[in-house]
């Protein structure tokens, strides 16, 4: 007779699909009342085992909380908990929504569940298990600190499901969060249940990157057939270069060949090799428009007709609520006539409802290709069965940077549907800056160690002091994940070291012995506890020869250094001096032989003249063709009428140059060193090495070694320490920091028991979240915002959020358009940021990392407009009149920002004070048409 079905069977029973051993071995350590780490590839099922934490929760009649890291993510994870369970088990919290948040089951971002712990929530009572899906986030550098701040505030009585991608340091994330939380098992998986296939199209070709004769294990080998066909298409392009300049019109125009393909003809030929549906990465909004408005305006129809008509459907429900002004302003008519023909764009500066519409249509499969930015590998359910990447770098927000092989593994894990295709496919689009060899070590690197981005800030020290004291505040800084990295570097670091005094003391010991028997002064001396005593004369002794000679290399090299810089710049000098008919030598591995200047140097940093060869050859000279500055030997009278572009000019220039009688100096060149003085540093150490009385002693080739070897353990120890003294404390340093701030501008007093306690205007600043929380808490604090009308008071607090993706106002805050109280805000809340980063830089010793950031007028123009009633379009005109060009999305999604952060000012002020009313009036003025609809 079979015994009752466990809470795990039972949740089995109700899948389509059996358990892979990891997510079992998962949902195991679940039941059995212990926390779990799940590592995972994107794709792979991670998720069932969050699923199955809700399950649990529901049969033990407790709640568990579902985190994510973004909005669109628990958005799309409440709906899929609510198709399970149903509406009345499931809530949802995000800071815009609050649907049924007093459900067993709430779905809500990270920073939602970090601000009930520090608000002590009622609805954490009865909490049993957070999911943290993706909490690999806790890396971000602006976000990341969110995570931690979770996992260590949470009751210890409940479990944490952790869920992340693939990372190489999985043991010690784990050890972290068993130091913090209790028993935590890891489990780690790196098989893809899709397996994913690797691929660069080069022209119209597609290739394997790896060769397929490589170990499925360790370091593959790219594939030679890619290797040599690249090699083949650069020969052509450099023979057609040639022909095309030395034979005008023969040049083989079959061979000209484009490293960029048109979108639509590339993506029939991955059609043609069924390799769609497919998303192309485009990391910038603009690129995937003009990618989708090329295929609108071309030919491309991947859709049948049939299909058609379910595309209609899926686009009306999800425009429900858009007005029929609001759909021409956003340019409906052709976004629907691309979906219709299967293709569409994806990314943060559109509609949420245009994004949603577009994700619903590709699960579906109604959408074959899909532009999108790499927010769209941040777990939104989108699984194609290729992706494809155009290029290998990104904008990071302040520089173009390479890919990661972290990020580059994120967006290719998109690649495969479980239970619909055999194999992923990554593609990669060759361009000559684009190597295969580059490639295959992103494809291949199997690396991405997690590392903390926790330190402390205004608003969490305040409620880390308000909830544990100073005291407990500081023990939570030092059970972060950051401290826990440290300081097990520092354990490495703190045993290296002792290793290395000990082997220093140990050579000490015999370097003193073997200088006794030689009968000399060791130039050492030792204290009682085994310390150096040092001597008045760094060079007494051996060890103070050892020293002068070490000093001589390094004075040597010094010299060096400096003779080539001099060298250096004197040839960038003579060379940006160089004249057009100026004759030179050139001498290097590369041109011999005379050179006539054709053009001189466009600038001076890096001159490069183009010269023309003795054998025709025309080519650009840098400092690197140049032992010494270039010298002039002659001036060639070059004819205005020779065309030095054709074969023909190039050759009679050549011709006068050899006639010339020109030479070029005989001999073999060698680079001339310029004479050092005799009152070098090199020559006075020298002079003293000749006069050290152990100069000419011979034997002495043990203590040779042995001080060799104790120099280098010196400077060993030397570099620990100093390595020691710098991590060690750095959170703490920087709590310090933060409090000293706050107890000057009184958010902070003492308690009258040695301790310290939130001030009201303090508490104030612990309900403000936005990254500029301590400016916001002046401002409020100084009065400058309560005179304000609703719709004043929108426009001025969104400059506490906004950032402008380029200079908005070149006039600044006069020349902004607006109301003059406005402006009159603006100035004074200008005037408040630089007092308050004042009291900032001169507490952190002017590091940047605690400085706010200067209040951004950008977005004070449209919000205004829609808050005073105007149309979307209106609003959209007034950021372009300003010079902001604003998407749609962007619109929306900094309206949402403004509205949280105006909500977060009502709460913190009281409901009695007249701000809080103006804050709800402001944003009940800005939550209609477009805002609204995005907010239900």
Same mark, same amino acid.
């Given at each position: 007779?079979?015994?009752?079905?466990?809470?795990?069977?039972?949740?089995?029973?109700?899948?389509?699909?059996?358990?892979?051993?990891?997510?079992?071995?998962?949902?195991?350590?679940?039941?059995?009342?212990?926390?779990?780490?799940?590592?995972?590839?994107?794709?792979?099922?991670?998720?069932?085992?969050?699923?199955?934490?809700?399950? +649990?929760?529901?049969?033990?009649?407790?709640?568990?909380?579902?985190?994510?890291? @973004?909005?669109?993510?628990?958005?799309?994870?409440?709906?899929?908990?609510?198709?399970?369970?149903?509406?009345?088990?499931?809530?949802?919290?995000?800071?815009?929504?609050?649907?049924?948040?007093?459900?067993?089951?709430?779905?809500?971002?990270?920073?939602?569940?970090?601000?009930?712990?520090?608000?002590?929530?009622?609805?954490?009572?009865?909490?049993? !298990?957070?999911?943290?899906?993706?909490?690999?986030?806790?890396?971000?550098?602006?976000?990341?600190?969110?995570?931690?701040?979770?996992?260590?505030?949470?009751?210890?009585?409940?479990?944490?499901?952790?869920?992340?991608?693939?990372?190489?340091?999985?043991?010690?994330?784990?050890?972290?969060?068993?130091?913090?939380?209790?028993?935590?098992?890891?489990?780690?998986?790196?098989?893809?249940?899709?397996?994913? !296939?690797?691929?660069?199209?080069?022209?119209?070709?597609?290739?394997?990157?790896?060769?397929?004769?490589?170990?499925? !294990?360790?370091?593959?080998?790219?594939?030679?057939?890619?290797?040599?066909? @690249?090699?083949?298409?650069?020969?052509?392009?450099?023979?057609?270069?040639?022909?095309?300049?030395? %034979?005008?019109?023969?040049?083989?125009?079959? %061979?000209?060949?484009?490293?960029?393909?048109?979108?639509?003809?590339?993506?029939?030929?991955?059609?043609?090799?069924?390799?769609?549906?497919?998303?192309?990465?485009?990391?910038?909004?603009?690129?995937?428009?003009?990618?989708?408005?090329?295929?609108?305006? &071309?030919?491309?129809?991947?859709?049948? #007709?049939?299909?058609?008509?379910?595309?209609?459907?899926?686009?009306?429900?999800?425009?429900?609520?858009?007005?029929?002004?609001?759909?021409?302003?956003?340019?409906?008519?052709?976004?629907?006539?691309?979906?219709?023909?299967?293709?569409?764009?994806?990314?943060?500066?559109?509609?949420?409802?245009?994004?949603?519409?577009?994700?619903?249509?590709?699960?579906?499969?109604?959408?074959?290709?899909?532009?999108?930015?790499?927010?769209?590998?941040? /777990?939104?359910?989108?699984?194609?069965?290729?992706?494809?990447?155009?290029?290998?770098?990104?904008?990071?927000?302040?520089?173009?940077?390479?890919?990661?092989?972290?990020?580059?593994?994120?967006?290719?894990?998109?690649?495969?549907?479980?239970? @619909?295709?055999?194999?992923?496919?990554?593609?990669?689009?060759?361009?000559?800056?684009?190597? #295969?060899?580059?490639?295959?070590?992103?494809?291949?690197?199997?690396?991405?160690?997690?590392?903390?981005?926790?330190?402390?800030?205004?608003?969490?020290?305040?409620?880390?002091?308000?909830?544990?004291?100073?005291?407990?505040?500081? %023990?939570?800084?030092?059970?972060?994940?950051?401290?826990?990295?440290?300081?097990?570097?520092?354990?490495?670091?703190?045993?290296? $070291?002792?290793?290395?005094?000990?082997? +220093?003391?140990?050579?000490?010991?015999?370097?003193?012995?073997?200088?006794?028997?030689? /009968?000399?002064?060791?130039?050492?001396?030792?204290?009682?506890?085994?310390?150096?005593?040092?001597?008045?004369?760094?060079?007494?002794?051996?060890?103070?020869? $050892?020293?002068?000679?070490?000093?001589?290399?390094?004075?040597?090299?010094?010299?060096?250094?400096?003779?080539?810089?001099?060298?250096?710049?004197?040839?960038?000098?003579?060379?940006?001096?160089?004249?057009?008919?100026?004759?030179?030598?050139?001498?290097?591995?590369?041109?011999?032989?005379?050179?006539?200047?054709?053009?001189?140097?466009?600038?001076?940093?890096?001159?490069?003249?183009?010269?023309?060869?003795?054998?025709?050859?025309?080519?650009?000279?840098?400092?690197?063709?140049?032992?010494?500055?270039?010298?002039?030997?002659?001036?060639?009278?070059?004819?205005?009428?020779?065309?030095?572009?054709?074969?023909?000019?190039?050759?009679?220039?050549?011709?006068?140059?050899?006639?010339?009688?020109?030479?070029?100096?005989?001999?073999?060149?060698?680079?001339?060193?310029?004479?050092?003085?005799?009152?070098?540093?090199?020559?006075?150490?020298?002079?003293?090495?000749?006069?050290?009385?152990? !100069?000419?002693? #011979?034997? $002495?080739?043990?203590?040779?070694?042995?001080?060799?070897?104790?120099?280098?353990?010196?400077?060993?120890?030397?570099?620990?320490?100093?390595? @020691?003294?710098?991590?060690?404390?750095?959170?703490?340093?920087?709590?310090?920091?933060?409090?000293?701030?706050?107890?000057?501008?009184?958010?902070?007093?003492?308690?009258?028991?040695?301790? $310290?306690?939130?001030? #009201?205007?303090?508490?104030?600043?612990?309900?403000?979240?936005?990254?500029?929380?301590?400016?916001?808490?002046?401002?409020?604090?100084?009065?400058?915002?309560?005179?304000?009308?609703?719709?004043?008071?929108?426009?001025?607090?969104?400059?506490?959020?906004?950032?402008?993706?380029?200079?908005?106002?070149?006039?600044?805050?006069?020349?902004?358009?607006?109301?003059?109280?406005?402006?009159?805000?603006?100035?004074?809340?200008?005037?408040?940021?630089?007092?308050?980063?004042?009291?900032?830089?001169? %507490?952190?010793? /002017?590091?940047?990392?605690?400085?706010?950031?200067?209040?951004?007028?950008?977005?004070?123009?449209?919000?205004?407009?829609?808050?005073?009633?105007?149309?979307?379009?209106?609003?959209?005109?007034?950021? &372009?009149?300003?010079?902001?060009? +604003?998407?749609?999305?962007?619109?929306?999604?900094?309206?949402?920002?403004?509205?949280?952060?105006?909500?977060?000012?009502?709460?913190?002020?009281?409901?009695?004070?007249?701000?809080?009313?103006?804050?709800?009036?402001?944003?009940?003025?800005?939550?209609?048409?477009?805002?609204?609809?995005?907010?239900?």
């Amino acid at each position: 007779m079979l015994g009752p079905m466990s809470t795990l069977d039972n949740f089995v029973a109700g899948l389509s699909f059996p358990l892979d051993g990891f997510q079992r071995e998962a949902c195991e350590v679940l039941e059995s009342g212990r926390g779990v780490l799940v590592c995972a590839p994107t794709g792979a099922g991670k998720t069932i085992v969050g699923e199955f934490a809700v399950y +649990l929760a529901l049969a033990q009649g407790t709640k568990c909380f579902y985190t994510t890291p @973004i909005k669109a993510l628990s958005n799309q994870k409440y709906h899929d908990l609510v198709d399970v369970h149903g509406a009345e088990a499931v809530g949802l919290l995000t800071g815009d929504n609050a649907i049924n948040s007093s459900a067993p089951i709430v779905v809500m971002t990270t920073e939602v569940l970090r601000n009930m712990i520090y608000a002590n929530s009622p609805a954490l009572q009865g909490l049993s !298990h957070v999911v943290m899906d993706e909490v690999h986030f806790l890396a971000d550098r602006f976000r990341g600190a969110v995570w931690e701040e979770v996992i260590l505030g949470l009751d210890p009585s409940v479990r944490v499901v952790s869920l992340s991608a693939t990372v190489s340091n999985a043991e010690e994330f784990g050890d972290w969060i068993a130091t913090v939380r209790g028993d935590t098992e890891v489990i780690v998986s790196e098989h893809r249940p899709v397996p994913l !296939h690797q691929y660069m199209l080069v022209g119209g070709r597609l290739f394997e990157l790896f060769d397929r004769k490589s170990p499925p !294990h360790g370091r593959r080998q790219v594939n030679p057939e890619l290797t040599r066909y @690249i090699k083949q298409r650069a020969l052509l392009d450099h023979d057609d270069r040639d022909s095309g300049r030395g %034979h005008r019109g023969r040049g083989d125009r079959r %061979h000209r060949r484009s490293t960029t393909m048109p979108r639509p003809r590339l993506i029939q030929l991955l059609e043609e090799d069924a390799l769609l549906p497919a998303i192309f990465f485009i990391f910038s909004r603009k690129g995937c428009e003009d990618a989708f408005v090329q295929c609108v305006r &071309s030919d491309l129809n991947l859709l049948e #007709p049939e299909q058609v008509s379910q595309v209609d459907e899926v686009v009306e429900r999800h425009l429900t609520d858009l007005s029929p002004g609001d759909a021409e302003v956003l340019g409906v008519e052709q976004w629907w006539a691309g979906l219709r023909r299967g293709f569409a764009a994806h990314h943060a500066g559109m509609l949420p409802m245009f994004r949603q519409a577009v994700e619903e249509l590709f699960v579906r499969g109604l959408t074959k290709v899909v532009f999108a930015t790499e927010t769209l590998a941040l /777990g939104i359910n989108m699984p194609a069965r290729s992706v494809v990447l155009e290029r290998l770098i990104k904008y990071n927000g302040e520089a173009h940077v390479d890919l990661t092989p972290g990020e580059y593994t994120q967006l290719t894990g998109r690649a495969g549907r479980r239970g @619909i295709d055999v194999e992923g496919n990554a593609v990669v689009l060759w361009t000559p800056e684009v190597l #295969p060899d580059r490639v295959a070590g992103l494809a291949g690197a199997r690396t991405f160690p997690l590392r903390s981005s926790f330190r402390p800030e205004y608003n969490m020290v305040l409620n880390l002091i308000h909830r544990l004291g100073v005291e407990g505040s500081r %023990h939570l800084l030092r059970r972060s994940f950051a401290q826990f990295q440290t300081d097990r570097t520092l354990v490495g670091q703190a045993r290296q $070291l002792d290793h290395a005094r000990r082997r +220093l003391r140990k050579t000490d010991a015999e370097l003193i012995a073997a200088a006794d028997k030689a /009968g000399l002064d060791p130039g050492i001396g030792l204290d009682d506890a085994g310390d150096e005593r040092p001597g008045t004369d760094p060079y007494a002794g051996f060890l103070g020869y $050892l020293t002068l000679r070490e000093d001589i290399r390094r004075a040597e090299r010094e010299e060096r250094f400096t003779r080539r810089i001099e060298n250096e710049n004197a040839v960038a000098e003579d060379l940006a001096a160089l004249k057009r008919g100026h004759v030179i030598a050139v001498s290097s591995r590369r041109h011999r032989g005379l050179a006539v200047v054709l053009l001189p140097a466009e600038q001076h940093l890096d001159p490069r003249p183009l010269v023309l060869l003795e054998d025709g050859y025309t080519t650009r000279v840098g400092a690197d063709d140049f032992l010494n500055p270039p010298q002039v030997l002659g001036n060639l009278r070059i004819p205005r009428d020779a065309d030095t572009k054709s074969g023909r000019g190039r050759r009679r220039v050549a011709e006068l140059l050899a006639s010339s009688g020109i030479t070029r100096p005989v001999g073999r060149q060698s680079k001339r060193r310029r004479q050092t003085g005799g009152d070098s540093e090199v020559a006075r150490l020298r002079n003293r090495l000749r006069s050290h009385p152990i !100069h000419k002693q #011979p034997g $002495l080739d043990k203590l040779f070694r042995l001080g060799e070897q104790r120099n280098r353990l010196v400077r060993d120890v030397a570099s620990l320490e100093r390595s @020691i003294d710098e991590r060690k404390s750095r959170l703490e340093e920087d709590f310090d920091i933060v409090v000293a701030v706050l107890r000057e501008l009184g958010y902070l007093e003492s308690d009258g028991r040695g301790g $310290l306690q939130v001030t #009201p205007t303090g508490d104030v600043l612990r309900r403000i979240y936005a990254e500029t929380d301590l400016l916001v808490a002046e401002c409020i604090r100084a009065g400058i915002w309560h005179r304000l009308s609703p719709v004043e008071l929108a426009a001025v607090v969104s400059s506490m959020v906004y950032q402008s993706r380029r200079d908005t106002y070149g006039g600044g805050i006069d020349s902004m358009p607006g109301s003059k109280t406005v402006r009159e805000a603006l100035a004074e809340t200008l005037a408040v940021w630089q007092a308050t980063n004042e009291v900032q830089a001169r %507490h952190s010793g /002017g590091s940047e990392s605690l400085v706010t950031a200067e209040p951004d007028t950008g977005f004070c123009a449209p919000i205004s407009a829609w808050a005073a009633g105007r149309s979307l379009d209106e609003a959209l005109t007034a950021a &372009s009149a300003g010079g902001n060009l +604003l998407s749609p999305g962007d619109f929306v999604r900094w309206n949402r920002q403004v509205i949280d952060l105006l909500e977060q000012i009502r709460n913190s002020v009281g409901a009695d004070d007249p701000l809080a009313g103006t804050a709800r009036r402001a944003v009940k003025s800005l939550r209609r048409g477009v805002v609204a609809a995005e907010l239900e």
